[in-house]
């Protein structure tokens, strides 16, 4: 039922990102003063005067200062406030910014609080040239403040390569190409044209990182401004780190936006969220070729706005790796030539850890307040384990009602298909699942690994001989599909190896 009490309809009401490059990066703000400048800047874009007056003060994870410790109290000294809800998200999940929205919406739609605001930042930037400093001696004083996250595949996973999101993602780009019936070109191509056009959006966007439009062409050249970095990709269809950004919002309920005379057409109205999750590890999931959990988000938020993808004149689909809105776009039905961000996706619009999402409802905010009507978010967090999706109208969303449940976990779970057991010392025939291939950063290929199935439907890991020409030629020159064809995994002295 439609809720039509607007002290308990929530809406945005202010927004501001900010990015932060001096000639010098360690004179750069740390990601608490990146913090303070996005908000300062969503409350003049309020209309001012309202930082002080917060009910709820709600902070996105960062790394790349964790010696600043928990953030609640040091922002809200800063900001002059005082609420009586103030937290940090417990790690940086990239969904983090979603949820933190959704909870706010919740706590309005409960009579819990008027007044809220969502912030994250990163200053990797800074962080990266501090510690130049330190490593030359030049400032003794500086003590290592980068964070390296903590959120690590097992030690059998780690052996073979898989370590990172880097190493991971590329196993559902394999593996859904595969199964779409793609080959390598076709696959390749509609990641480039994707890209391609997040770096035009990024180009109009003021608050982007690289405002510089890549065409497909550039995208898909490998040389060295844009080397292999993990079977299939390369620099420019990854996120981009290395920024310095903040990025935040203020939610009202309805009633306090009026009391405070902001006008209509500067309102953003909040829909109906859904999130679940993937299993923590790789490894333990049921399949590389789409996920249960980002199916489940995307379908019941739009279940329960009562939407389509007609619905929707923007979208942000997560783009950390070319697989996460390929996936998306082909769960919501929008098509591959339409743009896939409001921001400019993690490579150009810029990629700050967990708080990317941020950035993309500042955007989405920008957008609909001078055009359209809906708008779709998409967040992805961890080794594509994290999906939380929302909402976003510029007029009033007839299915929303707050507080709600966004929790639907026990649906993706029920549908989820049953998981392999994980074997680490088989040796004997075996069907590849997916893989990749690692690369140097002199472009050449250092490492591979093959997830493999056994004849007893189990799964297990295999090392790649990068210097078996023949070898490495069959998975990366896409002239036959890897996926899906049959090898045999061998005992070699230091671990199992895969034979063709």
Wanted: proline share 6%; aromatic share 8%.
């Amino acid at each position: 039922m439609a809720m039509t009490d607007p002290e308990r309809i929530p809406v945005i009401i202010g927004v501001g990102q900010v990015n932060d490059r001096p000639e010098d990066p360690d004179q750069g703000l740390d990601s608490l003063g990146l913090m303070v400048e996005a908000l300062k800047v969503a409350e003049t874009d309020a209309g001012g005067g309202l930082l002080a007056e917060l009910d709820s003060l709600a902070i996105v994870d960062q790394i790349s200062f964790h010696s600043l410790g928990k953030l609640p109290e040091p922002l809200a000294a800063a900001i002059g406030a005082n609420p009586k809800i103030n937290y940090q998200s417990a790690a940086p999940h990239g969904d983090t910014p979603v949820r933190l929205l959704n909870e706010a919406a919740n706590r309005i739609g409960a009579g819990e609080v008027k007044l809220a605001a969502i912030v994250g930042a990163e200053a990797l930037r800074t962080a990266a040239g501090r510690a130049a400093k330190a490593a030359s001696g030049e400032d003794k004083s500086y003590n290592a403040i980068r964070k390296v996250a903590t959120r690590r595949e097992p030690n059998y996973a780690q052996t073979h390569g898989l370590a990172a999101p880097v190493d991971v993602y590329p196993l559902y780009e394999n593996a859904t190409r595969a199964a779409w019936g793609q080959s390598l070109e076709d696959a390749q191509f509609e990641s480039a044209e994707i890209w391609a056009r997040f770096s035009e959006v990024a180009a109009a966007n003021e608050g982007a990182w690289i405002r510089k439009p890549a065409s497909p062409e550039d995208i898909l050249r490998v040389d060295e401004r844009n080397r292999p970095i993990s079977f299939p990709y390369s620099k420019l269809m990854v996120a981009n780190s290395s920024v310095n950004q903040g990025a935040g919002f203020i939610v009202a309920s309805l009633a306090e936006a009026w009391r405070r005379g902001i006008a209509e057409d500067r309102l953003i109205h909040i829909g109906m969220g859904a999130a679940a999750k993937e299993p923590p590890s790789i490894l333990h999931r049921d399949r590389y070729d789409g996920s249960v959990s980002m199916e489940t988000s995307i379908t019941r938020t739009l279940e329960l706005n009562d939407m389509g993808a007609e619905d929707f004149d923007f979208v942000e689909l997560y783009s950390c790796f070319p697989c996460v809105p390929k996936m998306a776009r082909r769960i919501l039905g929008w098509p591959w030539d339409r743009p896939a961000t409001v921001f400019g996706g993690l490579t150009f619009g810029g990629g700050p850890i967990a708080n990317y999402m941020s950035h993309a409802i500042v955007s989405m905010v920008e957008k609909l307040r001078t055009e359209g009507r809906y708008g779709f978010l998409f967040a992805n967090g961890g080794f594509a384990t994290d999906n939380h999706c929302i909402v976003l109208g510029n007029r009033p969303i007839a299915a929303a009602s707050f507080p709600q449940d966004f929790d639907y976990q026990a649906e993706a779970e029920a549908q989820r298909g049953p998981v392999p057991e994980l074997v680490e010392d088989y040796a004997g025939p075996a069907t590849i699942e997916s893989y990749t291939v690692f690369y140097g950063r002199d472009g050449a290929p250092k490492a591979g690994v093959v997830v493999a199935r056994t004849p007893e439907n189990k799964r297990t890991l295999a090392h790649v001989d990068v210097g078996d020409a023949a070898m490495l030629a069959f998975l990366t020159d896409g002239k036959q599909e890897p996926v899906g064809t049959a090898g045999q995994v061998v005992a070699l002295e230091d671990g199992f190896g895969w034979r063709a």
